[in-house]
Every structure is written in C-alpha cells, then in structure tokens.
C-alpha cells in the first residue's frame, strides 16, 4: 500500500477524481483550499490579493500496482496544462486498520 | 455554495432568471409613458375670485390681501403671486417641486373655506384651478368653418369642448374665435325720441311678445284639452314686425325705429391661423399630467368628434407639444442605441474575440432593462433623464462584466476547463467588482438625496444608475461567469479573417503599451517636473472659469414660438389686427421656417378660460409660430428669434413686443434664460420711477432683449360724473341714470331667441353708428317716472380719467418686475453687468430690489450641486480607503478629479457652452468614472509591489499591463457619450452639454491620472518605504 499525496490547482480537482475513479482507486481525502509554492517555479497559490489562485490537496491510499497508473496520467495531465501546477508525492503507508 | 459557483452549476435556472427579468423590463417599457423631464413642474394652484364693479385697487384690499394672508399658511408654499385687476383676483400659489398637486388642492381649499366669510358679500365664491396660465397649452386646435360659422360656438362647446374637458388631466378646455350668436336689436336714438320710446320699453315688448304660456286645460264633450299660446318667435325676422307703440293712431312696429341684426357678439376674440379666420380650442393640462397621455387621447378622439360636427366644420392641429416631446426622446433613444453599438465595437476591438463580446453584448441591456422595472413600479417616465442615465451607464455596466471576463479567459488559458475557470476566475475578482461597484454607489446614491428642483431630476438619475450597477454586478457574478463556462472555448484558434483585421490593431496596441512603458519610465525618473506641470495646467485651467459662462438651463429648440405684442391701450381690434396680419406676412415671406402662424386678439369672454386668465385686449396680439424641426432647418430658433426681435424695431405701432422661445418666458427649463428684478415696494409712483430706471441700465447691457415691465400702462377710460342734485331735481337717482346708460351702450339682454333647443339672447342697444363719440353719450336721453326726457349732459359731465393698472404682488407685497431675456451671452454676465449698475441706483427708502427669474433657480440648483459634489467627494474616499486599507492611495487617487474639472473647463471654453445643470450633472458623474481608473491602476501597482517587485518596476509594469483596460473602460464612456454630444436630432441642445463636459473631462483626467498618479505614487511609497526603515532603524539601535 502507498500513498500519494496530490496537490493541484483547484481547477483539476473535478479531473483528478474521475481520474482517481477510472483508476479504480475508491478511497480518498481532499482539502478544498490550501496554499502553496512550487520549489522552482510557478504562480503561488496564497489566495491573497497578489496571488489570488488556490491550491487543492488529495490523499489517497492504493495498491502497489495502481501507483505508476495513477502517477503516470496524473503527469500527462500536468504536462498538457502546465501553467496551472500540479505534484504528486508516493510514500509508503506503513500500517492502517 | 457561492453565487457564481451555483449559477455556473446550474445554467437553466441562471438564464431563465435573467430571461424573467428582461421580459418583466420589456413589459414595463411598454408600459412607461413619455415625458420631456421627470415631474418637474411646479406645481400651481390658481385661486380666481370675481368681485363684479370693483377697482384693482378695491379688489387688492378686499380681496386678494385676505385671501393671500390665508393661503400664505399653506404647506410647502414657495411663493404666493397676485394679480388683482378690475372685477377680478387672481393668485398663484407657487408650491415646492415634486409635491402631490391633490394634497395641496385640499389644503388650499380649507384654508378657502376659513377665509370665505371674511370676503364682501358680493364678491364670488373663490374658483380654484389646478394649473397656472403661465402653462403653454398643450394642444391647440385650430377651427375652420363656412355655413356654420354663426353657430359655431355652440358646435364646438357641445361637441368638442365638452368631450375633450371629460379626458383626466385637462386643466381647461377654452375656444377662442368663435363668437356666440346674438341678436342685436340696433335703435336709432333720433327716431326713438320722435316716437317718444325708450331702449327700456322695447326690451320689455320684446320680453313680452316673445312668450309661449300655457292655459290650462278644458274639456270638449268626453275629451280634455290643453289649452296654449304659442307666442315665440319663429324666426328673427318676426321680430321686426312687432307693433312697440303707436303715433298718431298708426301703429309703430320695430322696423320703423330699429334694425335686427342676427349676427354674432360684437366683442369677440379674433383668431386667425394662417391668415384665415377661424376659431381656435386651446388644451392647458393640469399641473403634473402627463402631456404625451393627454395629446395622444385629445387626438385618439379627434376622428371621433370630427364625425359629430357638420360638415363644413373642420378641425386641425396647430400646435401639439407633444410632437416635440416624442421627437425629442426618439432622437435621444437614436444616441442610447448608438452609444450601445460603439461601445460592443470598442470591446470587440480590444478584445479581440467574438465569443467575448457576445458575451458583454448579452449582458449590458440585461442591466439597462431591469432599470426600466424600476421606472414603472415607481410611477415615473421615460424621459431625457432617464434615457441619459442609460447613456452614460452603458459605458460602466460592461466594466464588471469586461474584469469578469478577462479573468477567466487568463485562467483558461492557464489550461483550466471553463466550467472550473468561470468558478474560480470569478472568485478570485468578485471582491474588487463589489468594491468598484461600491464606488461608484458613492457617487450616484446620495444624489437621490438632494431636494428642490435639481433634486427631481437627479433623483431619477441617481436611482437608475444605482440600479443598473446592482444589477450590472449581479449580472457579472452570476450571468458572465455561466455564460463563460457555457460559450469560452479553449485554444481557440484565429481564422483568416481575424488575422487580417486584428493584426494590425495587436501591433498598434502593443506599440501604444510600450511608448506608454517608456514614457512612465521618463515620468518616473522625473516626478518633481511631472508633478508641477500637472498642477499648472490645473491651475491654469481655473483660470479658464473666468471666460466659461454660467446659465440656468441650455436654450432647447422645440420650434416654438410665442409672440406677444401690445398696441397702445384702446387701440381698436381692427387696426391690431390689421398691423399683425401685415407683419404674418412679412414674416411668412422672410422665414420659410414658418410651418403654422396663428394670431388671436382682441377682448376675451370671461367664460374663456384660458384667454381671460392671461392679458386680453383689444390692442393685444398673441400669437403662436410652430417652426419646421431642428434637424430640417438652416437657422436656429434663437437665431430666427433675434432676427424678430429686430424687426419688430420696425414697427412703431407695437408699443411693446416679445419673442418667447419655446413658447412661453422664462420657462423653468427650455425656454430663453430670464434675468428679473424684482422691485417691492407700495408707492406707486416710486416703484414706477425705479422701475423705469432698471430698465433703462438693461437697455444698455449687451445681451438683452424684449426688456419687459410688468405693470401694464395706466388706462384711460370715459366716466360720467352724475350731478346729484341735479338728478334729484329731475326725479332721478344716479342707478336709474347708470343703467339708462347701460343699457344703450352695452345694451340689456331683452329675452331669448329659442331656435333648434338652443337659446340665444335678444339684446337692444344703439346702433355702432350711434354711439362712436362723446356727444353721443352726452345726447343720450334719460327719462324720470313723469315721462320727462333729461340729456346727459344736463345732469353730469364726461371726463376722461386714468385708472390705476393690474395690481401685481408677490409674497404679500406689491411688485413691479423688469425682466429680460438673456440672447446670445451667458446669463452670468448679463447679472454681473446689471447687478454693477443698479447697485449705483440711488433708491427710496421701502423699496428693494431683488434678482429674481431663472438666475434664483440656477443659484439655488448650483447650490445644491455644489453641497452634493463635495458629499460625494467624501463618500467615495470613504469607499476608496477601506478598500485599500490606506489613506494615502484614496488621497492620490483623488488628484485625477481636479483634472477631471480641468478637462471639463477648458472644452466648455473651446466648444463654447456654458456651466450650467446639464454640464453640472456630467461633472458630478466625473468623479465616479475618473476615480475608477485610478483605482484600477493603483491596485494593479501595489499588487505588483506584493508579489515583491520593487516601487519603480511595480509602477512601470503595473502602468503598462493596466493601460488597456483603463483605455478600454475610458473609451466605452466616451464613446457611449459621443452621440450625445455631437447628436442634431431635436432636443440635442440639452443634452450636448452634459455629453461635451464628460468627454472633456474624462479624457483630460485620463491622460493625466496616467501620469500623475504613477509619479505621485512613486513619491509617497518612497516616503512609506523610508518611514519604515527609520522604524526598523529605531528598533534595532533600541535592542
């Protein structure tokens, strides 16, 4: 089991859930509105009068198997639309209930 | 769920709203009746009461002064005028604006009601009218007829008078020119005192023979009779026939001393329209009616009564105000159009994207319509000051919805999906729409503030464009976005077409972005230069105040008319009316403008109401001119009006003589600017000398004609000073005498001829021929109770005598005003010149002068404006800096108003108008679009100072991306204001004004603010920044 954290512009979020969905991966936790800042470049997302966008957060738990799927359509889709930033981040879900 | 988030979610239910909303306007448009202003008449209150035999100055005393004392405690009065003339009183009570007339109505009856008993107790119960004969009629009718012309009176009054007086919100119904039949019995004195008969003795034959008297009923066998003498003249003829007394055993009938005349009254007014003599019907409405409502069911009925009247009785328009009216609103519908289609090209232009612009084109009328919901629920009308409201508000509706807009498209083409674009992009700007919207609030709300007359018509303003920038908002946080997400397309790919037009106009967009980057750069590094040109010119443009005339209201051109001429007092009617139809003529050949001239003179009537409440005379002409439109002519009215004004010099028999503009002097609005001087004071005498005084300076004042006196010349009349004792010794009282007079003179009503169910009266008199000099008055014979014959002049004398004239008084004080229209120069300097002179006067004591007339209204509307600008002022800093959570950025913003003011100065001075309320309410609406740009730019540079850049960059940048939207907002309020102000329809005259002064000044404050406000900018973030590092300075030498 691992995990990936996906922080986006809130533009993808509708995208990302289906994507999500269609990658047969149920379980998820989203924040609606957070902030952030790219390491390197990008736009901030404050939501401040300067930097007015937003950023969204996922976190979703799947199979070992579904993490390349996920992470590999999550990549084309920050490819097409780079403006708009979106990360993913994998580690390893060490326990759950 | 926020509003975008649930309108873009749901776009039935968000187009169906908006879709309600604008059949909901549609149907109230359809509903609004046409006006030329909101309700700003005054609103008047006549109050008539005839006291039969009394002097002016009896009826001063006797009435009009208790009756003034008593209305004068009448609610929201604002003056109380007087007139007080032989036989009659007449006051206007003159009421503050924009007050219900019914209310008033029912005030000024009770206060009536308590005064009532005070009057004498012959005088007439008080006639109370709701309108004001300074009122121009509405609809004047003209009458032609041939067979019908002796009985034409009567025709009219039943068949059309009486109709037209039942339509609500006619004031009166009066017909002027067609004299009443009469049958004059014409006695020849000589023969009267051969045959030993008097005027008396015929009247009563006559009375008597002409009877018809039942008697009673008889029973023949099984049957009742009725029993009747049927001694009515059948026809005027008969008349002659009757035996009134015998000579020598011969019988005397009527034909031997007298000869009948069936004609018509012989004191008539006289109408002539267009040289042929006619009669006319003149419609005045009530105070507050709506003119366009009554002429259109006037002339809805008019078919309708045509077919009632004989054939040979045809009716016509002369004058329909409310041609001008409708012309005049259709013309400023024709600049709202326009100014809508410049506007969708503007935007299409710098947008560059047809989707885009549906977009904007879809949503301005939305916000203009739903105004019109407002129109209707409160009762008001479409008129110039709401049609302005729309113009002006054109060009602001489309800025939310343009930031709107551009906000999601940059988020779209960030690769967003447009449905999430529209949500977010809006998000992101909903808070700086509102507050823009909010500042622009500021300004128009508190205008729904201000009273008096100016309150009245800014109040619509202030509404309207209040509504329409709630709606435009809404609309911009609701429809636009859905819109958006339902028609914005990404990666939207450029046809060939595009290519080929928008090239050229990216290149030069870009070109003008960066010569403006450089030229910031330049202003930047030179902020004191820049600073103290900017003052300069505003200081410079104070100066141009000085040669900027003010006046009250433009002159508008409705190609009206009113001329007003005066013959010496007694002058006979023929020879008025002779003179006047000589001068028609010159006129017709010399003005091919002339569509209609009609002319009336001569004694009205006292049940005509319209000519009796004005000056009516046999020496008097009034006289209307409709001229060809605005738009089909050469020559302006005021031109053709001085052009008359001049000719008239050339005839010496009018001793007085004035051209109204518009119809009527002094008009509240329209009309040619009055200049009055009130003069108060009780003497006579005194008031004439000072009078006589002020309007000699006026003479030699340039810019002023038709000076004007009030009080009318004193009169000369013949009275007959009876000897008493002498009648005493003839058995004779002074009453027996005074109606032997009468009755020969006037003549006395003998009986009633009955023909076809109408009755017309039998009156006996002396012939015309008879009674043309003193000595026939001199030679009238009176006789005693014995039989006995006594001559006038044996028992008193003939004098001529001078009776004072019309008693003029206003707010309870006798007046005499001299008043002059102002023609060619602004009123201001007319004032100021006069004002230097009389000053100099040197005047008794209890008499004062007071400048009255248009000048009163344009000192209080300024006034007012004044007070409101500064309000306004205030308000929209207030916004501005809780806005920006600063005092500094609203203060700097601010400095784009001063030129604003410049701008508005210097292109009255270029294009010539003048300052006065049309030009007022565009500078006011200045200060809400002039700020906006400022807003727009400031907050641009101090995001750019948060996203970290330094001062002079964020000022550099900042300036460069904002130039576009601050040119293109700039542009659709010019634009928007461009048909107005260069617009010929009819009525441009009003509005041009207000379109010239917002487009001077928005440009002027647009091209300055550009540099000013980056370079003030500069300055004061340089003084925060160094504040703040004194600060930190401070606190670390403190650790």
């Known amino acids: 089991m691992k995990s990936i954290l996906i922080t986006f512009d809130q533009a993808y979020y509708e995208r990302i859930i289906t994507l999500l969905e269609k990658s047969n991966c149920r379980g998820f936790t989203s924040w609606l509105e957070v902030q952030g800042r790219g390491s390197h470049n990008g736009e901030p997302h404050y939501g401040s009068h300067a930097w007015p966008s937003l950023a969204s957060a996922i976190i979703t738990v799947v199979d070992d198997s579904r993490v390349d799927t996920v992470l590999n359509a999550l990549h084309e889709m920050d490819l097409a639309t780079p403006k708009l930033g979106l990360r993913a981040f994998v580690w390893n879900v060490e326990r759950t209930i | ?1039």
């Open chain 2, 1 to 1039: 769920m926020s509003l975008y988030a649930s309108a873009v979610k749901r776009p039935i239910m968000t187009t169906l709203c908006f879709v309600a909303v604008a059949i909901l306007g549609l149907f109230s448009l359809s509903t609004l009746p046409i006006d030329l202003y909101p309700d700003v008449e005054t609103n008047t209150i006549m109050v008539m009461t005839s006291y039969q035999g009394a002097s002016a100055q009896d009826i001063e005393q006797n009435i009009t002064r208790p009756l003034e004392n008593s209305l004068n405690a009448v609610n929201d009065l604002k003056h109380i005028t007087s007139k007080s003339r032989e036989n009659i009183s007449v006051i206007t009570l003159e009421f503050e604006y924009g007050k219900d007339i019914d209310v008033l109505t029912n005030d000024v009856r009770d206060k009536l009601d308590m005064v009532k008993s005070a009057l004498p107790d012959n005088a007439e119960n008080p006639i109370i009218f709701k309108f004001s004969s300074d009122m121009i009629p509405i609809v004047m009718l003209s009458v032609s007829a041939s067979e019908s012309m002796p009985g034409l009176y009567k025709i009219l009054d039943d068949a059309v008078a009486n109709p037209l007086a039942r339509i609500s919100g006619v004031g009166s119904v009066s017909i002027s020119g067609a004299p009443k039949r009469e049958i004059h019995v014409y006695v020849d004195p000589q023969r009267l005192e051969a045959y030993g008969l008097t005027i008396e003795q015929i009247s009563s034959i006559i009375a008597a023979e002409n009877r018809n008297i039942p008697g009673g009923a008889f029973d023949v066998g099984s049957d009742t009779y009725s029993l009747r003498v049927q001694g009515e003249f059948k026809s005027s003829d008969e008349l002659k026939n009757i035996v009134v007394g015998s000579s020598n055993g011969s019988n005397v009938y009527l034909r031997d001393v007298a000869r009948v005349d069936d004609s018509l009254e012989e004191r008539a007014q006289q109408t002539y329209n267009d040289e042929q003599k006619g009669a006319m019907i003149v419609i005045q409405k009530q105070s507050g009616a709506n003119s366009v409502e009554i002429s259109n069911k006037v002339l809805s009925m008019l078919p309708q009564l045509q077919k009632r009247l004989p054939s040979d009785v045809k009716l016509d328009i002369i004058v329909d105000t409310s041609d001008n009216i409708r012309n005049t609103i259709a013309s400023l519908v024709e600049t709202v159009l326009y100014a809508l289609l410049f506007v969708i090209i503007v935007v299409f232009s710098f947008l560059g994207r047809w989707r885009a612009t549906l977009i904007i084109t879809i949503t301005i009328p939305i916000s203009l319509i739903a105004s019109f919901i407002y129109l209707a629920v409160t009762g008001n009308s479409l008129n110039i000051v709401s049609l302005s409201a729309l113009s002006i508000s054109i060009g602001m509706v489309v800025d939310d919805a343009i930031v709107v807009l551009e906000n999601v498209t940059t988020h779209i083409e960030r690769g967003s999906d447009p449905k999430q674009a529209a949500i977010h992009g809006t998000n992101e700007v909903a808070v700086s729409v509102i507050a823009s919207t909010l500042t622009l609030i500021a300004v128009f709300f508190p205008l729904t503030l201000v009273t008096g007359m100016t309150g009245v018509l800014f109040r619509q303003l202030g509404w309207m464009v209040t509504i329409m920038m709630i709606i435009s908002t809404v609309c911009a946080l609701s429809l636009t976005p859905m819109l958006c997400s339902q028609l914005l397309r990404k990666n939207n790919k450029h046809g060939k077409l595009y290519k080929l037009l928008f090239t050229p106009i990216n290149k030069g967009l870009d070109a003008f972005d960066n010569g403006y980057g450089r030229l910031l750069t330049k202003v930047v590094s030179h902020k004191t230069v820049t600073i103290t040109v900017c003052m300069a010119i505003f200081a410079g443009s104070l100066f141009l105040l000085k040669y900027v005339g003010t006046e009250f209201f433009p002159t508008a051109d409705d190609g009206r008319l009113g001329v007003k001429l005066e013959l010496p007092i007694g002058t006979r009617v023929e020879i008025s009316q002779e003179v006047t139809s000589r001068l028609a003529k010159e006129w017709r050949e010399k003005y091919p403008e002339i569509k209609v001239l009609n002319y009336t003179t001569g004694q009205a009537s006292s049940d005509n109401t319209f000519a009796s409440l004005s000056d009516n005379g046999s020496h008097i002409v009034s006289m209307n001119i409709r001229l060809s439109d605005p738009g089909d002519r050469e020559r302006k009215i005021t031109e053709i009006a001085s052009l008359m004004r001049q000719d008239l010099k050339n005839y010496p028999e009018f001793k007085k003589a004035q051209v109204n503009v518009g119809g009527n002097r002094g008009g509240a609005m329209g009309g040619q600017s009055t200049v009055d001087y009130e003069i108060y004071g009780y003497n006579f005498e005194e008031t004439d000398s000072v009078a006589q005084q002020v309007s000699r300076i006026l003479q030699n004042i340039k810019g002023t004609a038709d000076i004007m006196i009030s009080r009318s010349d004193y009169q000369p009349e013949y009275q007959v000073d009876f000897d008493r004792e002498k009648l005493a010794l003839y058995g004779l009282n002074l009453q027996t005498a005074a109606n032997y007079l009468r009755n020969r003179i006037n003549g006395s009503i003998s009986s009633q001829f009955r023909e076809d169910g109408e009755e017309y009266d039998i009156k006996v008199m002396y012939a015309p021929e008879h009674r043309t000099s003193i000595a026939d008055i001199e030679n009238i014979l009176v006789y005693n109770s014995a039989g006995q014959g006594v001559r006038i002049k044996d028992v008193g004398t003939v004098v001529e005598r001078f009776t004072p004239p019309t008693i003029e008084r206003k707010d309870r004080e006798r007046i005499i005003t001299v008043s002059t229209v102002v023609s060619g120069v602004p009123m201001s300097e007319v004032v100021a010149a006069s004002q230097a002179e009389i000053d100099k006067l040197d005047i008794p004591t209890g008499i004062n002068i007071e400048l009255s007339g248009s000048y009163e209204d344009q000192q209080d509307s300024f006034r007012d404006l004044l007070t409101l600008a500064v309000l306004i002022v205030i308000l929209v800093y207030i916004v501005m800096a809780a806005q920006f959570e600063s005092y500094t950025y609203p203060a700097i913003i601010m400095t784009s108003l001063l030129f604003a003011f410049s701008g508005v100065f210097i292109i009255l001075y270029l294009s010539g108008h003048t300052l006065n309320v049309m030009s007022m309410i565009g500078a006011i609406m200045l200060i809400g679009i002039v700020v906006k740009n400022g807003i727009v730019l400031i907050d641009y540079i101090s995001l750019n100072r948060e996203r970290g850049l330094s001062i002079r960059k964020a000022v550099v940048l900042g300036g460069k991306s904002r130039l576009r939207p601050v040119v293109m907002t700039t542009l659709t309020t010019i634009l928007g204001m461009v048909p107005m102000a260069v617009g010929t329809g009819q009525g441009v005259e009003m509005w041009r004004p207000m379109g010239t002064a917002v487009i001077g000044g928005l440009t002027f404050s647009t091209i300055l603010t550009l540099l000013l406000v980056p370079a003030l900018y500069c300055l004061f973030a340089y003084v925060g920044v160094k504040r703040k590092r004194k600060n930190i300075n401070l606190s670390i030498e403190k650790k």
